[in-house]
């Protein structure tokens, strides 16, 4: 992790990132799973599509965190180190739509608790202990198989979640989607989830269907569940059309 921060840095990246190899995140769910009250861990499942897996979080009681969930995973040498830090957590829907709900009783509720309860602590904490940007990854928006994507107002209540969430933060933040075609949701997605950038997975996501917009774009180009290797100039390719897109 440490040679991955390292050639980041030497390519003048904004933000750099251990990958998360040295968080001791067996998966993206365990900080969550591990360290909230409220949370227990249930069965071992398939994340998406891959050849990983994650322990459902089984919710028996009133979520709560202590906002140092994530940041006691973090290796404190990448905050000293002077580089502006970036970490990546799963997005309120995602938590909410993989979650056993045995206390809420309901998707909203929970979708809220997640958002004030959890990730808006872990956040604001690990905004004042020096990470520089916040990530906020949503398979679950796109990747929803034999459901049907998520109506406007659905959207919208998910983006504000995402926005409870950032409330007393100072970090950058981002929102990505990945694992699914995020086209149907173009371009009210760029007004209603409130980060700086949003991201989409460009194996899935034609670069066509991008409109104009004054946020950054987080890009997707390669297919990392794919043993496929692309060239640089496919990916320079991709990259081009998404630009010309975007404005």
Known sequence: SDQLVSLQKQLGFDYV??????????????????????????????????????????????????????????????????SSFKVILPDPL???????????????KLLFAFADNVLREEVRRLSKSGVKYIQFS?????????????????????????????????ARSGFHTFFGDASPYIPWIFDSIPTDDIGFDFSQTDPESLTPSKKGIIAGV??????????????????????????
């Open 17 to 82: 990132s251990d990958g998360q190899f040295s968080l001791g995140w067996q998966d993206f769910l365990r900080p969550i799973t591990d360290g909230v009250e409220g949370i227990r861990k249930g069965a071992l499942v398939r994340w998406y599509n891959t050849n990983t897996f994650y322990y459902t979080p089984i919710i028996k009681d009133e979520i709560r965190s202590d906002g140092k969930a994530v940041l006691r995973r973090i290796e404190k040498r990448h905050l000293d180190s002077g």
């Open 138 to 170: 949503s398979p679950a928006l796109v990747a929803r198989f034999r459901e049907a994507p998520l109506s406007r107002d659905e959207l919208k209540q998910a983006g504000e979640a995402v926005g409870a969430s950032l409330r007393g933060s100072s």
């Open 222 to 247: 390669a297919d990392a569940r794919s043993s496929y290797l692309e060239s640089i100039g496919e990916m320079e390719r991709k990259v081009a059309v998404i630009r010309e897109r975007t404005g």
């Open 94 to 108: 995602t938590l909410t739509e993989l979650a056993d709900d045995r206390f809420y009783g309901n998707k909203e």
